[in-house]
């Protein structure tokens, strides 16, 4: 990855309280991963930054190296990153991602 790649990244993660590394945009995802990464965040009315990786080459590599996690989506919640689809479904589904939002202040209790 590119310094200019990293810190664009670490530019977008730092000023973003959730951010959704996907493919596509929240009206038009490209892949079902993506869909059911957005569908969620909606649920739960997390306002998020959106990153769609398919417009960047760059970025869409350089997400990979940056959380050390080879798939997209990849979300991130005030700096910190939280993992994928898959991972956000559990969470969403043990009541820990509207927990853990609450917590951070993004979402009202």
């Not at 991963?33 to 960047?56: N, T």
């Amino acid at each position: 990855m590119t310094d200019t790649a990293h810190d664009r990244i670490s530019e977008i993660v730092s000023n973003n309280d959730v951010v959704l590394f996907m493919k596509g945009t929240p009206l038009f995802p490209q892949c079902g991963f993506s869909s059911r990464a957005v569908a969620i965040l909606e649920r739960l009315g997390a306002p998020f930054e959106s990153v769609d990786v398919l417009q960047d080459q760059e970025v869409r590599q350089g997400i990979k190296s940056f959380s050390d996690w080879p798939t997209i989506p990849q979300l991130y919640v005030k700096g910190e990153f939280l993992g994928g689809s898959d991972i956000m479904m559990e969470m969403y589904e043990a009541g820990e991602l509207q927990q853990l939002l609450t917590d951070q202040g993004v979402i009202a209790a």
